[in-house]
């Protein structure tokens, strides 16, 4: 901070201070404060608030108990609230997704990293990244046509004769895990590609002249290597996944409801800002319990996550 | 046995790019596709009407203007107070540091939902309306911490004593911002400038929850999408995508014409100093 002061005076300084400031207490930390407070309080026609009524609550965290509806898991029903059902269903899924990214962006980016020659790199970069620039609204739109009941994907398959009738696709969860598999593989990609392309292309030399096997080599030199890849893309992915609202959305049948859109129908539809600040604030403590697991799991700090 | 192994890769590799290339194709096909529904198959003709159908459609270029001047705001926001918070944070040390660095990338990992209903609630405490301002104030939240890590990644390669030498020349606190310190920053605030304006154009979910009955792109072809879809948006799609494509082919081009340039003049040097042996 002295120095601070001594390179760029005191004018400046406090100019630093301020930007600062102002973005971390008015932009982040005091609507965050307002989402807490807000969530305990009831929702009110304007002339009640501040009143009597205006007292504090959980009822608004209380309601994701309501409604409950038949879940089976394997040969068991239960009665589960339809709320806290969306709730673990969007966490299974989104972990789902994200191991189903990981299986596939690895080979991909070990191939990036040791494989490929280093001449013909950027161009691969540079096709992997139009993709991700083309916007997320634009991708799942993209997989809504093709997984259309009587889009190209049935007529291929009738085609080639691999299916009879055509499949209904868009069903429960599945199109949203293929629409959320495509939209932020990338993201997986990126992370372990960085940290494969650290090792140090000796050590893998090494443990194929000790005779080590190929998967052996990945189990004891590589994927230790890249955990801190691996922590940051699992991550993006399940944040992604978790926040997202475009693709279950889009690509959801109506039995398959995301998290995000019981906290979007609070918000736009039953006009009720409270409830739907409670719901936030449960998907906001939802990803933060997840970074501080996968940090714990992986041992690594939040500076190595967000790069 | 490498040379077996290295062909399955090659393969992966090419069913992998297949895969993330096919949908935008099918895609940007279905917009010349004579159907009311937006699909390739059956194919029942070309035609152009959905491009002259997009060209006509005012709200699409109301929400595309909303969408440049959101992004241009938060660019022109995020990138000073990126900035800002990168200079302040390089002169820290210790507890203080990691706490403050914990704070400003905890936004980017943030719902955007969580994001877009806290800022709608602070500002609705004293009375400002949801509008695309508020829009443009959640976006910085989380997009200035972009800015935020390319500026601070750039700092580590500076070199405080040109500062130093500068003040004791006489310099004024300005003018070592100005002339030295600025200077070296710009190729990281350039790159902050462009992904603020990029991360802008893509948000969804915070835009949804502050903008008020404003249109952004996104927006307005998330509701086209859910409200009866027509190939207009597969048009606009397409005419997305080329532009993309254009700015990728644009890159590629000029990174190739650099690496040219490189290999002569290294060439050259390599020419001048065996002239020099002999």
Not at chain 1, 66 to 80: A, Y
Not at chain 1, 230 to 238: E, K
Request: with cysteine; aromatic share 12%; glycine share 6%.
């Amino acid at each position: 901070m002295q120095e601070l002061l001594r390179r760029y005076g005191v004018g400046l300084t406090a100019a630093f201070i301020g930007l600062t400031a102002f973005w971390l207490l008015i932009l982040v930390i005091l609507p965050n404060v307002t989402l807490f407070e807000s969530s305990f309080r009831p929702y009110l026609p304007v002339v009640d608030v501040g009143g009597p009524l205006d007292t504090y609550s959980l009822n608004n965290y209380m309601k994701v108990f309501g409604v409950p509806v038949d879940v089976s898991v394997l040969w068991m029903t239960f009665q589960v609230p339809v709320h806290i059902k969306i709730f673990f269903g969007t966490i299974y899924y989104s972990t789902l997704v994200t191991v189903i990214t990981f299986l596939l962006a690895y080979p991909l980016a070990y191939y990036l990293a040791k494989v490929v020659s280093p001449k013909s790199l950027p161009t691969l970069f540079l096709l992997l990244f139009v993709p991700l620039w083309v916007s997320e609204i634009l991708r799942s739109f993209a997989w809504f046509i093709i997984l259309a009941f009587k889009g190209p994907l049935n007529a291929l398959l009738l085609n080639i004769g691999l299916i009879d009738a055509p499949v209904r696709w868009i069903s429960g969860y599945n199109s949203v895990i293929v629409g959320l598999v495509y939209t932020y593989v990338l993201f997986m990609v990126f992370p372990l590609y960085n940290a494969i392309q650290s090792l140090d292309t000796n050590q893998i030399e090494a443990a194929e002249d000790l005779g080590a096997p190929w998967w052996r080599i990945h189990q004891r030199v590589i994927l230790p290597h890249a955990k801190p890849g691996i922590a940051s893309g699992s991550v993006m992915v399940f944040m992604l996944c978790a926040g997202s609202l475009l693709v279950p959305t889009l690509l959801g049948s109506t039995s398959a409801q995301w998290f995000t859109q019981t906290i979007q129908q609070w918000m736009l539809e039953a006009l009720d800002w409270n409830t739907g600040a409670a719901y936030a604030f449960m998907l906001l403590i939802l990803c933060t319990v997840f970074v501080s697991v996968v940090m714990r799991i992986f041992r690594v700090k939040l500076s190595d996550i967000a790069k | 046995m490498h040379k077996n192994r290295n062909l399955a890769f090659h393969l992966y590799m090419a069913l992998f790019l297949a895969y993330l290339l096919i949908p935008l194709i099918i895609m940007g096909g279905a917009a010349f596709n004579d159907s009311k529904l937006p699909t390739v198959y059956p194919w029942k003709g070309y035609t152009d009407q959905w491009f002259i159908d997009l060209w006509n459609d005012n709200r699409i270029w109301i929400a595309f203007r909303n969408t440049i001047l959101v992004a241009v705001a938060v660019a022109a926001i995020s990138v000073p107070i990126g900035t800002a918070a990168a200079i302040l944070i390089n002169s820290l040390g210790g507890r203080i540091r990691s706490a403050l660095y914990g704070i400003m990338v905890a936004p980017i990992l943030a719902p955007g939902a969580v994001i877009g209903i806290s800022t709608l609630l602070f500002w609705n405490k004293f009375s400002v309306p949801a509008g695309l301002h508020l829009s443009v104030l959640g976006q910085v939240s989380y997009i200035a911490a972009f800015v935020m890590l390319l500026v601070l990644a750039r700092l580590q390669s500076f070199d405080h004593s040109l500062e130093e030498a500068a003040l004791d020349l006489g310099a004024t606190h300005s003018q070592v911002m100005r002339r030295i310190m600025l200077p070296h920053l710009y190729p990281a605030i350039g790159a902050g400038a462009a992904i603020a304006f990029f991360q802008s154009i893509e948000n969804f979910n915070i835009t949804l929850f502050t903008r008020g009955n404003a249109d952004t792109l996104t927006v307005y072809v998330f509701s086209k999408v859910r409200s009866g879809i027509t190939p207009t948006i597969n048009a606009l799609a397409l005419l997305l995508i080329l532009f993309t494509l254009g700015l990728a082919v644009w890159y590629e081009l000029n990174r190739r014409r650099k690496a040219r340039i490189e290999a002569a003049r290294e060439a050259e040097g390599r020419r001048a100093e065996e002239a020099a042996l002999l």
